[in-house]
């Protein structure tokens, strides 16, 4: 049985699946291509720049309410795989899955909170 | 003159002498106006009297002759001998047990729809003197599209999440669920909920979708039970946002 | 006469190689895997660059060496690919009616792709300042 109980966390999994869907491809585009291909210049993910960016009083918030819900939509769809791919143990899959999940968040509060 | 023909191979399985089932193939004609259960019909009356199998209307609208033809699941009389290739694999639909050749065991799916209580629960029994029910034809859009389902089980022998567990309600049964409780008559959307939205209810699901490109009559079980993942989420949060306002 | 049932049992692991519709399942169920890596090396990035100038700088000395390129590539096609179903199945799950009429699911569809092209244009814009 590997259905969510809950429908929060479904609910989690629908508004990560949401925000990748619209975000991820230009922000992939930003942070792997735009620089290497010349299309913005080699300052914008310098350490100076991206520091001066989180300084806006709503960056932080925003950057983590991405990273948060996307982290958890990747992990809830990781461990229906899991299950479609043949894996029994559905509280092991979850505890991994969820527990890397959990791991990412609080590293990510870490990491906003000492910028 | 040539007539044309074509190769059936059939999985047969006789429970009184069979240990597992196992392939025959018949040499049947073709005809440009065929469907497969006319090919099938033709092995039964010329060729052998024991295939046993369900059919009733002809039409695509009974939903008994639901079969697996070359992987993929289909309606044996909605399925034309020319759109296949000369040899055609049929199956009993999957995830079914067989009873007997192309004949399946639905039991499972009849308990399940069943549990979904298919009705109309109205809020008080009318008597036949207060009248009928009245309805706008907005609110007949609303549902209608889902009262299509003749139980066919197509959508079942599709489905890998029903392959994988043997307890998921499944999309015919939550379309069903769903016709009802978008119904304006009806008031037994929390009652169906211990099933609907139990762990083997909707979120057993996880969309991949084939029930609706199997289905024949354009029900979109997907879409129904999709819509019942996003109404029981809201309403969870409601019951906390607003614990005295009844579902 | 006896009833004697015959269950076929499906294969436990590779029952969606079986048909093109399952495999196109999986790539999107597998695209979860690399958006999970790539907001990870994003959140690792970040936790570098709280911890200082050389340490940021050494991240991204590391993403972007060859193997950082060929994943920021495969994360790139199954982003494009995660939108992509997203977008188709939205209309799906929020069937809209205006007036009456249900809106085509084309047209949300076509709306969400516009949703994107605004995004990343704004992100481009607040990001390349």
Redesign the interface.
Same mark, same amino acid.
């Given at each position: 049985m590997s259905g969510s109980n809950k429908p929060i966390i479904w609910g989690l999994f629908a508004a990560g699946g949401t925000i990748a869907a619209f975000v991820l491809p230009g922000l992939i585009l930003i942070t792997c291509f735009a620089v290497p291909l010349g299309l913005l210049s080699t300052e914008t993910l310098s350490y100076a720049h991206l520091i001066e960016l989180m300084q806006h009083p709503l960056s932080k918030l925003v950057i983590f309410g991405v990273l948060f819900l996307v982290i958890w939509h990747a992990a809830h769809r990781m461990r229906i795989t899991a299950h479609d791919l043949g894996v029994r143990n559905d509280t092991l899959t979850m505890m991994i899955c969820y527990g890397i999940a959990a791991a990412g968040t609080l590293l990510a509060l870490a990491a906003l909170s000492g910028i | 003159m040539n007539q044309r023909v074509i190769k059936l191979e059939i999985l047969r399985?006789d429970? !009184?002498q069979d240990d597992?089932?196992h392939f025959q193939t018949y040499t049947v004609p073709y005809q440009e106006d065929w469907v497969v259960l006319d090919a099938i019909n033709y092995v039964k009356d010329e060729l052998d009297r024991t295939l046993s199998y369900r059919w009733s209307c002809h039409m695509a609208v009974c939903g008994s002759c639901g079969m697996v033809v070359n992987?993929e699941p289909a309606l044996a009389c909605h399925a034309f001998l020319r759109d296949y290739p000369e040899k055609i694999r049929i199956e009993p639909l999957? /995830?079914f047990?067989? =009873?007997r050749d192309l004949v399946i +065991?639905m039991d499972d799916f009849m308990d399940k729809l069943g549990s979904v209580k298919p009705y109309v629960v109205a809020k008080e029994e009318r008597d036949v003197d207060d009248g009928e029910h009245l309805q706008t034809p907005?609110e007949l $859009?609303r549902f209608k599209q889902y009262t299509d389902c003749i139980n066919c089980l197509l959508c079942y022998s599709a489905c890998?999440q029903y $392959?994988?567990?043997d307890?998921f309600v499944g999309p015919a049964a939550l379309a069903l669920a769903h016709r009802y409780n978008l119904d304006s008559r009806d008031t037994g959307r929390s009652a169906r909920e211990d099933v609907v939205?139990s /762990? $083997?209810?909707?979120? !057993?699901?996880?969309? +991949?979708?084939?029930c609706? =490109?199997v289905c024949p009559k354009s029900v979109?079980p997907?879409?129904a039970i999709?819509?019942t993942?996003?109404a029981?989420?809201v309403?969870?949060?409601m019951k906390f946002l607003k614990p005295w306002k009844r579902i | 006469m006896s009833r004697r049932p015959y269950i076929r049992e499906p294969s436990k692991g590779g029952w969606w190689l079986e048909q093109p519709r399952y495999i196109r399942y999986m790539m999107r169920e597998i695209s979860a895997l690399f958006i999970g890596i790539y907001v990870l090396v994003l959140i690792v990035g970040l936790f570098q660059l709280s911890r200082g100038e050389a340490a940021y700088e050494e991240f991204l000395a590391t993403v972007e060496g060859p193997p950082g390129r060929v994943f920021a590539v495969l994360a790139m096609l199954f982003a494009i690919y995660h939108t992509y179903t997203w977008f188709q199945v939205t209309p799906k799950a929020m069937p809209l009616t205006l007036g009456g009429k249900p809106v085509p699911g084309s047209f949300i569809v076509a709306a969400h792709w516009f949703g994107l092209v605004l995004v990343s244009a704004a992100l481009w814009l607040l990001v390349g300042s």
């Open positions: - | 399985y429970p !009184e597992a089932p992987g999957q /995830n047990p067989i =009873e +065991v907005l $859009a890998p $392959a994988l567990t307890s939205s /762990n $083997a209810g909707i979120w !057993e699901c996880s969309f +991949v979708g084939a609706s =490109e979109d997907a879409a999709q819509q993942k996003i029981s989420t309403d969870y949060f | -």
